[in-house]
């Protein structure tokens, strides 16, 4: 669907983001942990717009809360703050700023139709905010980009919608935090901002999907031979690159699509020599877990840190997730430590009880040797890589999805290319994640101890699950780590209470509150994604 009128026959290059003034020469890249620090430095950005504001998104909601209104404690409650719609309206107002939103807007999931008619109700200005739905059902547009002026680009991994907001304290319970998204869990993420001649790269991949989206394609029938496309090199080269996946058909440009991103992803980890570490919402693509398999394989002393969802939103994942790493061997290799994030703290009520959640890991994080990454919105899993027939595991699913490709962008900074400048910033991203994740200060991650990586974290899991067990015998609130999320083993159980009951920790209302144990109908048939359909 379209909220206005443009001919399709406009070409990207004739739009006005693709002609934007000329960006630094040096590129910069700034690592976003977690949605409040992201969504601050998102309003500072667009509060100095001048001529346009382009935002890609897999949804977008008028309500979205972007910042808080102070920056809050561990134990400071809660505050209302900024709407990031109002933000946008702000700046249009004050300034001739060329306002672009392109959201999905198919059947699974739409927020074009409300997000169009907030900014045409509260406009201040005869300048229109222009708002299109890209609607390539059961293709989902899910690339999550904001570029300013030609000068900032943010790739961004959750939505604009209020459940996904958490900070680096990853309360437990939150108010800010809805329940009708992930369960009100504790969200943890990663964005980035860039700068440089990158946002060039950004903004022409911006523009023609902007192009793409005046009109569907007549013919939605897919004529595709049975095997997906063999992934193609992304075409920039040097450090900082842009890699994206486009399904068949969904591209003027690339009729054929583009796997870029796994192209990517199979590249770097065929280089991969001491430590791959992954956090991400999935990982079920085949591909994926054969390359993770390979490299274990050639290299006797390479280490594989995986940080995982137990419970993913979409329920089919958690089988498919837990198939993957149990038939390819990586659950019990002796190389491989795979971990799930949960997060604590002390009951208010003064009952002197423990508050336990799910953290709920949102990113999409690929980091190998300290000197390449790749972050963005493409998950593990087919529908982000190649193809989402492939994660299904029955005849039918593989054929009735063959080849359905979600539209996704990726940076990877690749330090082995050059650019001594972003030679640190592999390993700055990686002490920033496990310092959250383990609770230590950063300097004690810099370098890999004696034994390696993985004994360090299987060695901080078992503190804190051994902790953890003695203050629900004891009735304490002493709790393993000191804000933030913590990390514990990964169980294949299908509810918190059974991995918890895995671990050999004992929910005990008196002493352990679980705050997320869904049920049945929770654990098996995605009833959030079912709600979405019928917003």
């Known amino acids: 669907m379209s909220t206005e009128a443009v001919s399709p026959s406009r070409s990207a290059a004739t739009l006005p983001e693709a002609r934007s003034a000329p960006t630094p020469s040096t590129a910069r890249v700034d690592w976003l942990v977690d949605n409040a620090d992201a969504y601050a430095e998102l309003l500072r950005a667009i509060r100095t717009a001048r001529r346009s504001i382009c935002i890609s998104q897999l949804a977008f909601d ?13 134990n400071e409650g809660t505050s209302s703050g900024a709407l990031l719609a109002d933000a946008v309206l702000e700046v249009a107002a004050r300034q001739p700023v060329d306002v672009r939103i392109l959201v999905n807007a198919s059947v699974l999931l739409n927020t074009a139709r409300p997000l169009h008619r907030f900014f045409a109700s509260n406009s201040r200005t005869d300048r229109p905010i222009r708002v299109r739905g890209m609607n390539r059902f059961p293709a989902l547009l899910h690339a999550k980009m904001v570029l300013i ?8 991994g959750s939505p604009f919608v209020n459940g996904y907001f958490d900070d680096r304290f990853h309360n437990p319970v939150d108010a800010r935090r809805p329940s009708r998204e992930l369960g009100g869990r504790p969200v943890h993420d990663l964005s980035v901002r860039v700068t440089g001649p990158a946002v060039r790269q950004l903004e022409l991949i911006f523009a023609e999907l902007w192009a793409d989206s005046a009109a569907a394609p007549e013919d939605e029938r897919h004529t595709d031979p049975a095997e997906p496309p063999v992934a193609r090199a992304n075409a920039k080269t040097g450090a900082l690159r842009m890699a994206r996946s486009v399904p068949r058909s969904g591209s003027s440009r690339s009729p054929g699509g583009e796997t870029g991103i796994l192209s990517e992803m199979l590249t770097g980890l065929d280089r991969a020599r001491s430590c791959i570490y992954i956090e991400a919402q999935y990982l079920s693509a085949p591909s994926i877990v054969s390359a993770l398999t390979r490299a274990l394989d050639r290299h006797r002393s390479l280490e594989l840190i995986l940080v995982l969802n137990q419970n993913p939103d979409v329920t089919a994942y958690r089988r498919w997730q837990n198939r993957r790493l149990t038939d390819s061997g990586l659950l019990a290799h002796a190389r491989v430590g795979v971990f799930a994030l949960w997060s604590t703290d002390r009951a208010k009520d003064g009952s002197g009880s423990t508050l336990i959640n799910q953290l709920f890991v949102h990113s999409k994080v690929m980091m190998i040797d300290d000197r390449w990454v790749t972050v963005g919105s493409a998950n593990l899993d087919g529908v982000s890589l190649d193809s989402y027939g492939n994660d299904f595991t029955g005849r039918i699913g593989r054929r009735v999805f063959r080849n359905v490709r979600n539209f996704d962008v990726n940076i990877v900074l690749d330090t082995a290319a050059g650019a001594d400048h972003l030679a640190d910033s592999v390993r700055e991203l990686r002490t920033r994640l496990w310092a959250e994740h383990l609770g230590m200060r950063r300097d004690r991650l810099a370098a890999a101890p004696a034994g390696g990586w993985l004994p360090f974290w299987r060695g901080c899991a078992s503190r804190n699950v051994a902790a953890l067990s003695l203050a629900n015998r004891r009735g304490t609130a002493e709790l393993p780590a000191e804000g933030g999320g913590f990390v514990m083993p990964y169980s294949t159980r ?14 005990d209302s008196r002493n352990l509150r679980l705050q ?3 049920g049945w109908l929770e654990v098996h048939c995605s009833p959030n994604w079912v709600r979405n359909m019928f917003l």
């Open 62 to 74: 008028a309500d979205c809360v972007a910042e808080p209104a102070h920056r809050i404690g561990r």
């Open 149 to 156: 002026d030609g000068r900032d680009a943010f790739l961004f």
């Open 494 to 507: 299908s509810t918190p209470a059974k991995q918890l009951a895995d671990l050999g920790i004992r929910v």
């Open 516 to 518: 997320f144990d869904p």
